[in-house]
C-alpha cells in the first residue's frame, strides 16, 4: 500500500483533515447542517436542501415524446442517493418547443400515464419531484423556430424564428398552463417555470431578442407580461396549493440582455403573485459568461446574483453554478446566500452525493470534473448525454449489480492511469485480489499531467476518488515497478490488465534531424523533464496541443500553434473550449489551422497555411503535441504465461478519458 499522505491531492478539503479524528462523524455532520435541513416550499416539505437541478439529457423519451424506463432509472437512482427534490429537465410543452429530440413532451394528455408511472416509481425514494416546463423558441435546434422577433441566436441554433403573433401567444401561454396541468395530474409535487437561459420566456424579457412594439415589446412591464400571463393561467389550472417556483436570469451576460436589476424587479412581482420559490441562474446561447460553465470558471459562480435577489425577497431563493462540493453548498446556506442548492452535473457523476456527504464519506464521492463533453456537448450535438467520469448515467435501467465473484482471483494491473485505476477500483468491488503497478512515481498516468495545465486540476479529482477507493478496498499498489518477468513470478498473476497508457509520437518532417531546435514531446513539457526555450511552436492543435499552449504561455514563454486541421481541440466540449481559447487569447500565443509543414530549418519552421506559405524564424523548441500512440507492447512478453491478458484504455488504442473509465470499470465487473 502507499502511504497516506501520498492519497492526497491538491484538492483535498478541511473534511478530510477532520476526518482523522476520533469525533470526525460528529464534526462532519455539524458541518453540514444547514444543508441537511427540512425546508418548505409551499405547502411542500423536502428532506433537504439540495435540488438536483434540471438538466436536458436527451434520452429515456420515445417517439411520441412519452418518457420511459431509462428516464425513470436515471431519476430513481438520484433519489435512492438522497436528493431533497429533483426536477424533470427540458420538459416541452409545445412540439415546437423542444430543444433536442428527446425530451419529455407535455402537449398532450396521452402524455400523462406514463409520467404518472415515471412519478410513482421514484416516489417510494423520499425525493420531492417535479418538472420543469420550457419551450426554447430561437434557441431549438430545428427549423421551425418561434420567438418574439424574428432574430437568430446569438450561438449554436442557426435560423431566423418566426415572429409569434398575439393570437400566438395566447395560445403559448395556454400550452404553459394546460402542461402544469398535466404534471399536477400525474403525481408531481411541484413545476418549475423555465424562464432563464435564452429560452422563449427569457426571450420575451430580453431586449436582446425582443423587439416588439406591441404590448409584449418594448416596457419592462411589456417584457414580462409572456412570464406573468403564463404563471397566472398555471395557477388557475393548478390551483394555489399546488408548489411553483420560477427559474429566471440574474443576468444575460450579452450585449441589450436581461439585468441583475431586472431580475430584482421582477422577482418582488413574482412574490406578490404567489410564486413559491426562484431560481437565480444566469446566460444565455452566446453570452460571455456560459449557462452551463466548464472548470475553468470558479465553483459558485453565479452565487451573488441568487444572493442579491434573496436579499429582496422573503420567498426561497435557489443558487445554482458550479457547486459540486457539499461544504461549499453549506456555507453558501450558513452565510444567508441562498435557500436551496441546485446540483446538477455534481448528481450526474455521483447520484449518491447526499447521502455520502450526510455520512461523512466525503472521500467516497465521485466528483465532476467540469468538462461538459458528456452531459453538455452531447446534447448540443442532439446525441443521448452521458458522464465521462461515470459510466453508468444513462444505463441505469440495464445495469446490474453482479455482486461477489464466484471464485476468488489474483489480478495484476498495470498502468495507473484512469483505465488501470478503474479497472482496480471495479475487480476489487468484485472480491478479487488486486495488485497494481506503475512504472511512475505517481497515479493517474497522462491525466496528472493534464492537470497541470492552467485551469486543468479539477481533473485530479477523478484521479483522487480513485486513489481513496483504493486504499477502502485494500488494493496494493507498487509505484516504480515496471512489467517484468521478476514481477510476474513474484505476484503469480491468474489475470492481467494492460492499462499503460500512450505516449506522444514524433511525426515525420522533412529537416527533423538537421535542424537546432530543441526538440521534445508534451509529456516531457509537462514532467519538468526537460526545458523550452523562449520562443516555442507546439506542433498539433488538439486538445493536448492548446492545453500545451496554455501551460507555456502562463510561464512567459512565445507561443504558435500549427495545427493541420480545420478546427481547433475538436475533442473538447464547446464550453470547454470557449474558455480555453479566451486564455490564449490573452496570452501570447498565436494559432494557425489547416497547416502543412514543408520542413523544419536551423531555428525555422516553413509551413503553409491559408494557401500561403509562411515561415517562423528565431525559435529555439519545437513540441510534439499533435498525436499519441498505444504502449499495449506488454502483451508480447506476457505469451509464455498462458494466462487471461485485457488490454484497456488507451493501450488499447488512443482516445478520450470517458472509454478508458468505461473499459476499466467494465473489465472489472467482467472477472
Known amino acids: 500500500m502507499i502511504a ?5 491531492h491538491a484538492n483535498c478539503s478541511r473534511i478530510d483533515e477532520i476526518s482523522g479524528s476520533d469525533n470526525a462523524q460528529e464534526a462532519e455532520m455539524t458541518l453540514l447542517k444547514h444543508l441537511f435541513e427540512p425546508i418548505t416550499i409551499g405547502g411542500l416539505t423536502a428532506r433537504n436542501r439540495i435540488l438536483m437541478s434540471p438538466m436536458s439529457v436527451n434520452f429515456g423519451v420515445d417517439d411520441d415524446g412519452n418518457v420511459t424506463e431509462q428516464l425513470t432509472a436515471y431519476f430513481i437512482a438520484r433519489a435512492k442517493g438522497g436528493a431533497g427534490m429533483m426536477l424533470v429537465g427540458g420538459a416541452a410543452v409545445d412540439p415546437g418547443g423542444m430543444e433536442a429530440p428527446r425530451l419529455p413532451g407535455l402537449w398532450d394528455d396521452a402524455c400523462i400515464p406514463a409520467l404518472r408511472k415515471m412519478a410513482s416509481s421514484v416516489r417510494p425514494y423520499g425525493a420531492k419531484f417535479g418538472v420543469q416546463m420550457m419551450h426554447g423558441g430561437r434557441q431549438c435546434m430545428h427549423d421551425n423556430k418561434v420567438a418574439p422577433s424574428p432574430i437568430a441566436a446569438p450561438a449554436l441554433a442557426k435560423g431566423i424564428p418566426r415572429a409569434l403573433s398575439i393570437a400566438q401567444i395566447h395560445q403559448m401561454v395556454a400550452a404553459f398552463g394546460d402542461s402544469a396541468r398535466r404534471c399536477k395530474a400525474a403525481g408531481f409535487d411541484f413545476i418549475e417555470i423555465h424562464a432563464a437561459h435564452g429560452y422563449l420566456i427569457n426571450q420575451f424579457m430580453s431586449p436582446n431578442a425582443n423587439k416588439r412594439s406591441d404590448e409584449y415589446g418594448g416596457s419592462f412591464e411589456n417584457r414580462i407580461r409572456f412570464m406573468m400571463e403564463v404563471y397566472r393561467d398555471i395557477r388557475k389550472k393548478v390551483s394555489d396549493d399546488f408548489p411553483v417556483g420560477v427559474r429566471i436570469n440574474g443576468d444575460d451576460f450579452i450585449r ?19 410564486v413559491d420559490y426562484l431560481h437565480i441562474s444566469a446566460g444565455v446561447y452566446g453570452s460571455t459568461q456560459l449557462t452551463i460553465p466548464s472548470m475553468y470558471a470558479s465553483h459558485g459562480c453565479f452565487v451573488y446574483l441568487a444572493a442579491a435577489v434573496k436579499r429582496q425577497v422573503s420567498i426561497p431563493v435557489v443558487a445554482v453554478g458550479r457547486i459540486k462540493h457539499p461544504e461549499l453548498a453549506d456555507r453558501i446556506l450558513k452565510e444567508g446566500k441562498a435557500d436551496i442548492i441546485a446540483m446538477g452535473r455534481a448528481l450526474i457523476a455521483d447520484p449518491d452525493l447526499p447521502q455520502k456527504a450526510a455520512a461523512g464519506a466525503y472521500t467516497q464521492i465521485r466528483n465532476c470534473i467540469g468538462c461538459c463533453r458528456g452531459c453538455i456537448q452531447s446534447v448540443f450535438d442532439q446525441e443521448p448525454a452521458f458522464c465521462v467520469v461515470n459510466p ?22 498495470v498502468g495507473a492511469g484512469p483505465a488501470g485505476l478503474a479497472a482496480c477500483r471495479s475487480a476489487a468491488i468484485r472480491g478479487h485480489d488486486v495488485i497494481l503497478i506503475d512504472a511512475h512515481g505517481y497515479l493517474g498516468g497522462l491525466l496528472r499531467l493534464g492537470a497541470l495545465a492552467p485551469g486543468r486540476g479539477e481533473l485530479m479529482d477523478i484521479i483522487g476518488f480513485f486513489q481513496n477507493e483504493l486504499e477502502r478496498l485494500k488494493v496494493e499498489i507498487r509505484l516504480n515497478v515496471a512489467l517484468s518477468k521478476e514481477v510476474m513470478d513474484d505476484i503469480r498473476p491468474e489475470q492481467v490488465i494492460i492499462a499503460t497508457g500512450s505516449l506522444a509520437d514524433t511525426p515525420i518532417i522533412k529537416g527533423l534531424s538537421q535542424t537546432r531546435m530543441d526538440l521534445c514531446s508534451v509529456t516531457e513539457v509537462f514532467e519538468a523533464s526537460v526545458g523550452t526555450g523562449d520562443r516555442v511552436i507546439v506542433i498539433g492543435g488538439g486538445q493536448v496541443g492548446l492545453m500545451t499552449a496554455d501551460f507555456l504561455a502562463e510561464k512567459g514563454k ?28 490573452q496570452g501570447n500565443v498565436i494559432l494557425y ?6 520542413r523544419l530549418l536551423s531555428n525555422q519552421v ?27 507492447q506488454s502483451v508480447q512478453m506476457l505469451k509464455p504465461y498462458n494466462i487471461t491478458v485485457h488490454v484497456i484504455g488507451d493501450a488499447k488504442a488512443a482516445r478520450v478519458l470517458q472509454y478508458a473509465i468505461e473499459e476499466g470499470e467494465q473489465i472489472g465487473r467482467e472477472l
Open 256 to 274: 441589450d440582455g436581461w439585468t441583475l436589476e431586472e431580475a430584482i424587479r421582477l422577482a418582488q412581482i413574482l412574490e406578490e403573485q404567489g
Open 558 to 585: 512565445e507561443v504558435v500553434v500549427l495545427h493541420r486541421g480545420a478546427h481547433f481541440a475538436e475533442e473538447m466540449s464547446s464550453n470547454d473550449r470557449y474558455y480555453l481559447r479566451e486564455r490564449l487569447k
Open 4 to 8: 497516506p499522505q501520498a492519497r492526497r
Open 606 to 632: 516553413v509551413f503553409r497555411s491559408d494557401n500561403q506559405e509562411k515561415c517562423l524564424d528565431g525559435f529555439d523548441t519545437v513540441v510534439f503535441a499533435e498525436k499519441m500512440v498505444s504502449m499495449g
Open 593 to 598: 489551422k489547416k497547416v502543412a509543414i514543408k
Open 392 to 413: 453508468e448515467m444513462g444505463r441505469e435501467y440495464v445495469m446490474e449489480d453482479v455482486g461477489k465473484a464466484e471464485k476468488t482471483k489474483k489480478v495484476l494491473v
